[in-house]
């Protein structure tokens, strides 16, 4: 079975700060791991995947993610914030093996960024 | 851009009844997902569905459920007897279902009330 757990349902940066979402993982299967961003009113977009190409990932928007097998942790930076990065984040999982590549989502972070 | 279309944005209905929600996938993709999100909660996946068939269900998706693709644009979920509990956002999503993982493209959401 596959789960995901982000620490933190609300985080607060000021803008040009780091930003640092964090999303744990569990799976008895090497992962695919996803950040997916909701701006209000609006579906989810994909930020970045993970698909044991390389541990370091970069996204759009200026999003990276690290994944570290030995924390199973999957977390979410960006140096920098703007205020257009106020959204929610939602950390997802799914199986190599699972046919249609069902996500696995965590409960989502809002991010808010003041000026 | 193409985009995953949801329609309605809101639908209020009262226990019991049936409600059919639409969505409308990117136009060359194949695999087409239901997802919910219970205010608060996780988003969870529903059921995927691939060449005209379900490719896999939650236990969730109860006989009460259903999904079609009435013709070649457009993904349906209906749900027979609505009660309190599926008040929720309903996510649809696609993917092209080319290179793994299957990147998926969501919709905007359909809220669900349940009165």
């Known amino acids: 079975a596959q789960s995901v757990t982000q620490l933190g349902s609300h985080v607060s940066v000021s803008e040009g700060a780091l930003v640092l979402l964090r999303c744990n993982y569990s799976?008895?299967?090497?992962?695919?791991l996803f950040w997916y961003v909701q701006y209000p009113n609006q579906g989810l977009q994909l930020l970045l995947k993970?698909?044991?190409?390389?541990?370091l990932v970069k996204g759009i928007n200026g999003f990276e993610a690290e994944f570290k097998k030995s924390e199973t942790s999957f977390h979410l930076t960006k140096p920098s914030a703007h205020m257009s990065d106020a959204a929610e984040y939602f950390c997802?999982?799914?199986?190599?093996?699972?046919?249609?590549?069902?996500?696995?989502f965590g409960q989502g972070t809002e991010l808010s960024v003041k000026p | 851009e193409p985009e995953v279309t949801q329609t309605p944005s809101h639908q209020v209905t009262q226990m019991g009844q049936e409600v059919i929600l639409r969505c409308v996938p990117i136009?060359?993709?194949?695999?087409f997902y239901w997802y919910r999100q219970i205010l608060g909660q996780k988003v969870e996946f529903l059921v995927s569905f691939y060449n005209n068939e379900i490719s896999e269900k939650s236990e969730i998706f109860d006989d009460q459920f259903s999904v079609e693709r009435p013709d070649g644009s457009n993904f349906t979920l209906k749900i027979r007897s609505t009660k309190l509990e599926d008040s929720a956002m309903y996510f649809c999503?696609?993917?092209?279902?080319?290179?793994?993982?299957?990147?998926?493209?969501f919709g905007p959401g359909t809220r669900l009330t349940v009165t």
């Open positions: 136009s060359n993709h194949l695999y």
């Open positions: 997802a999982v799914s199986s190599p093996y699972n046919q249609g590549g069902k996500l696995i």
């Open positions: 799976s008895s299967v090497p992962p695919y």
């Open positions: 999503a696609s993917s092209e279902a080319r290179d793994r993982p299957y990147e998926q493209y």
């Open positions: 993970y698909t044991s190409a390389a541990t």
